[in-house]
């Protein structure tokens, strides 16, 4: 329970923010359809206006309400328009995460006059970064690519209390097999029987006869302890370093970064728009996690201040109930106003300073991974490449060298045969030789592994 001194803090903030010097936020996507249907389901995909996992009109305004309380809680802090060196928006690549940042930046920013491109409409475009999913190392959880995680998840189905409550409630699981006909449903994945439930209550769609509030009750409590089992359970810190760690050092980093004085820093606010499993693995880490699945639009805030004296200390404060709010989080160990050398120091324990070497990779998994990431690199570059060579009467000759320089310095034989012979310039040809123009040889091929 949160002291009443700590209510008093937070509603000190909340009305003087004077002192703040960053704001970051992460914040579950808005109300959405079902992920999928089960197999005996009477609703499917087509019975879903935008079909699976798509934001709702109501899931929509959730995140316009979020804005709105941002907008209200960070005014005097943030300009009152939208000025692009103030804010960064960042989601995972997934079109509800994308569209409740949309919906939460048009809370947050209502365009005044000079920024309405159209009288009668009171939104403006406001850029939302995002990777593609097979890239995201930061929002989108969990992280594969992890012999030593994978190790610790069959260790954790062995632990007591997965065996306790694989035990209490396997007559449930057994009901959810029969009634769903998904014969494959467990401990670890009887979420998605609940999660498809909740949707279709939630839009108002009549649940099936054997869907008694028990059996609802049963499912809430596996949905809740299947979401943790990922990040915590059983040794929680190391699965924290190889999980939710990798985006609570990025936080760090970015916090630690905002604290030193720079009087060319403008960003004042970082957004993140992510999942229910991204915020679970942000909190545990931090070791704050309720062990409650967070709901629609729950946001996890931190907020840095900074003092004339040079020194810097972290809040946090979680908003998972739109009709209250948003109550501190205080991290174990420090006090609720964490002097930031404090926050570093013990969020460190729960950040791994090499996490491949801490996953057990072999040395041949590493390289792998490395070149998938290098033939994006490589892909993006020949795309780039392609584009300008396509457009009629004009050569970036810059772009060019620049392209034909990073092959030759890559020179890696497992990714490029003959480097040296991947470009050849034509400064002997007369026809090219006032440009100087370099050409791309057949020669040069990419190996994609």
Same mark, same amino acid.
């Given at each position: 329970m949160v002291s009443l001194a700590a209510f008093c803090v937070a509603l000190v903030v909340s009305l003087y923010l004077g002192d703040t010097s960053t704001a970051l936020q992460l914040f579950r996507h808005g109300d959405r359809s079902p992920i999928r249907a089960y197999p005996t389901d009477p609703y499917q995909e087509k019975d879903w206006p935008q079909g699976f996992g798509q934001l709702s009109q109501k899931g929509m305004r959730q995140h316009y309400e979020l804005g709105s309380f941002l907008r209200n809680r960070y005014k005097g802090f943030l300009n009152e328009s939208y000025e692009r060196h103030e804010i960064s928006v960042r989601s995972t690549d997934y079109d509800r995460t994308l569209m409740s940042a949309e919906a939460n930046l048009a809370g947050l920013y209502p365009p005044p006059s000079q920024q309405t491109f159209k009288p009668d409409?009171?939104?403006? %475009?406001? %850029?939302?970064?995002?990777? %593609?999913?097979? *890239?995201? &190392?930061?929002?989108s959880f969990p992280i $594969? *690519?992890? %012999? &030593?995680y994978k190790q610790l998840m069959e260790e954790t189905e062995h632990t007591e209390e997965f065996v306790n409550i694989t035990k209490k409630y396997e007559d449930t699981i057994e009901w959810v097999r029969n009634k769903t006909g998904q014969n494959d449903t467990d401990v670890k994945s009887v979420w998605s029987v609940y999660d498809t439930l909740f949707c279709e209550s939630q839009h108002n769609l009549t649940l099936p006869d054997w869907v008694t509030p028990d059996v609802l009750e049963k499912l809430e409590v596996l949905r809740d302890f299947s979401l943790e089992v990922p990040f915590g359970i059983y040794k929680q810190q190391e699965k924290s370093r190889l999980q939710g760690g990798v985006l609570l050092g990025e936080i760090v980093k970015n916090l630690s970064k905002m604290a030193t004085p720079d009087p060319k820093q403008r960003l004042k606010m970082m957004m993140l728009s992510a999942h229910d499993t991204t915020v679970i693995a942000l909190q545990v880490s931090l070791d704050v996690f309720n062990r409650k699945q967070p709901p629609y639009a729950a946001c996890h805030i931190f907020e840095l201040?900074?003092?004339?004296? $040079?020194?810097?200390s972290v809040m946090m404060f979680y908003r998972n109930d739109s009709t209250v709010d948003p109550y501190p989080v205080q991290l174990p160990g420090c006090a609720l106003d964490c002097p930031l050398e404090d926050f570093v120091r013990i969020t460190h324990l729960s950040i791994s300073d090499d996490r491949n070497k801490e996953c057990q990779l072999s040395s041949e998994n590493r390289g792998n991974t490395f070149n998938r990431q290098l033939n994006f690199l490589l892909i993006m570059l020949l795309e780039k490449l392609h584009l300008l060579l396509a457009q009629p009467g004009v050569v970036y000759v810059d772009d060019l060298w620049t392209f034909c320089d990073i092959l030759h310095r890559l020179s890696l034989p497992h990714v490029i045969k003959r480097p040296e012979a991947c470009c050849e310039t034509t400064r002997n040809n007369p026809s090219n030789a006032e440009l100087m123009i370099p050409v791309i040889a057949p020669s040069c091929i990419v190996e994609l592994n």
């Open positions: 409409l009171k939104w403006q %475009p406001i %850029p939302v970064h995002t990777v %593609p999913l097979s *890239e995201d &190392r930061l929002l $594969g *690519e992890c %012999p &030593r201040y900074t003092n004339d004296n $040079g020194s810097a």
